[in-house]
């Protein structure tokens, strides 16, 4: 019985880590952020017997919970990972009519995908300044107003202070 076999029966999971990928120019671009976030990546992988790849699901707050770094930082090692081509977005976050928010849907370009027999690499084409395209993702809300308006004066250059004073000599 092979060491990945008895691993599987202990139930550990692992994620693979290819000479070839690392030996890249645009691993070596990666920031180190990134290089950190793609391990995780690869662990949501079922593997090729129960391919996910494409609906991989893992949130910024995952990542960073992961990670041990802010949100901020986890999503820029999103957007690192997607300039160099190791991964793209193949559905973007929503939130859904009850309230459930779902993340963003990641395929990773070094594994197959379902009924493809190879990966498709972008990361090999990567050169120097010549980044690929980042998918982000819209504010359901851009506005941030929710369709809400402050009172302004007449001439709306301003908004309206609404409070009250009482004349002297009423009570």
């Given at each position: 019985?092979?060491?990945?076999?008895k691993?599987?029966?202990?139930?550990?999971?692992?994620?693979?880590?290819?000479?070839?990928?690392m030996d890249?120019?645009?691993?070596?671009?990666?920031?180190?952020?990134?290089?950190?976030?793609y391990?995780?990546?690869?662990?949501e992988?079922?593997?090729?017997?129960?391919?996910?790849?494409?609906?991989?699901?893992?949130?910024?707050?995952?990542?960073?919970?992961?990670?041990?770094?802010?949100?901020?930082?986890?999503?820029?090692?999103?957007?690192?990972?997607?300039?160099?081509?190791?991964v793209?977005?193949?559905?973007?976050?929503?939130l859904?009519?009850?309230?459930?928010?779902?993340?963003?849907?990641?395929?990773l370009t070094?594994?197959?995908?379902?009924?493809?027999?190879?990966g498709?690499?972008?990361?090999?084409?990567?050169?120097?300044g010549k980044?690929?395209?980042?998918?982000?993702?819209?504010?359901?809300?851009?506005?941030?107003?929710?369709?809400k308006?402050?009172?302004?004066?007449?001439?709306?250059?301003?908004?309206?202070?609404?409070?009250?004073?009482?004349?002297?000599g009423t009570?």
């Amino acid at each position: 019985m092979g060491r990945d076999r008895k691993a599987e029966k202990r139930g550990e999971h692992f994620a693979p880590m290819i000479r070839t990928t690392m030996d890249t120019p645009a691993w070596r671009a990666l920031s180190s952020a990134a290089q950190a976030l793609y391990p995780w990546l690869r662990l949501e992988w079922h593997g090729p017997k129960f391919n996910n790849n494409g609906r991989l699901q893992f949130s910024v707050r995952q990542a960073a919970l992961a990670m041990g770094v802010t949100k901020d930082t986890a999503n820029k090692a999103f957007i690192d990972l997607q300039r160099k081509g190791f991964v793209v977005v193949t559905q973007e976050a929503r939130l859904g009519v009850g309230g459930a928010a779902r993340s963003s849907s990641y395929e990773l370009t070094e594994v197959a995908l379902v009924g493809e027999t190879e990966g498709r690499k972008l990361y090999r084409q990567w050169e120097d300044g010549k980044d690929f395209a980042v998918r982000k993702v819209m504010a359901n809300n851009p506005s941030g107003t929710n369709g809400k308006t402050k009172p302004c004066h007449k001439n709306q250059d301003d908004t309206v202070i609404n409070f009250r004073t009482k004349p002297k000599g009423t009570s």
